[in-house]
Structure formats: structure tokens, C-alpha cells
């Protein structure tokens, strides 16, 4: 069987491994969402429904994975966080005054402690 799947994925990688709960919950969850959002057909859900709880081994999984929407790997990253502006619109650059103070003080320290090994070695 031919799969669009990347090499590296589970159930292409793996595929005698055997289903952990884990994985079923988390396979349950991707097909109830690509369902409620109108990206399966019902005849289509149930399929891969029924799939998802025969199999035994990771392999057996890929009709129930091949063409689902990627699993979120984050909900909300910072870098993209909205700071209430519009898109496309700049926003205020960090002030970095604090953390070049606290590296200033460190390499101070760093040098004195130097500077002070240095005469005891002496």
C-alpha cells in the first residue's frame, strides 16, 4: 500500500508496533474534529472509526490517518500571539535594557573573579 505519509511517521516507521490507548484517544479526537469541521463525510467517519478500534498494530492505521488534517502541535505559541494589534501592523519592540544589565553585571563578576584568581595564583 502507498502512503502520502512522511517515512518518518508512526505508522509508516513502525508499523508492528502495537495501538496504545494513547494513540486511539488521540486518533478518536483528530477524526471527531475533521468530522465536526465537514472534512469527512459520515460514510467516512464511521470507516475510519471501525478501523481505528480493529486495529491491533500501528501499520493498520493508515487508512485512518491517510488524508486527516496534522494533529495541532501547539494551541496558542507566543510568536504568534496577538498583542491586540491588527495583521500586518508593527508592534513595540522589547525594551532589552534589563537583560544587557544583568549580562553587563555577569561579565564583571566573571572578570573580577578572574582578575582575583589570577593574583592568588601570583
Request: proline residues 7%.
Amino acid at each position: 500500500m502507498s502512503s502520502n505519509l512522511p517515512i518518518s511517521s508512526p505508522y509508516r516507521s513502525t508499523p508492528d508496533a502495537p495501538v496504545t490507548d494513547v494513540e486511539r484517544d488521540q486518533l478518536t479526537s483528530r477524526l471527531n474534529a475533521a468530522f465536526t469541521d465537514g472534512k469527512l463525510e459520515q460514510d467516512d467517519y464511521q470507516f475510519r472509526l471501525d478501523q481505528l478500534f480493529a486495529a491491533t498494530r500501528m501499520g493498520q492505521l493508515l487508512p485512518v490517518v491517510e488524508g486527516l488534517p496534522p494533529m495541532a502541535t501547539h494551541s496558542n505559541p507566543e510568536i504568534v500571539a496577538s498583542a491586540g494589534g491588527q495583521p500586518g501592523e508593527l508592534d513595540n519592540t522589547r525594551n532589552a535594557s534589563r537583560f544587557a544589565l544583568v549580562l553587563i553585571a555577569v561579565l564583571v563578576v566573571a572578570v573580577v573573579l578572574i582578575a582575583l584568581l589570577f593574583l592568588v595564583v601570583m
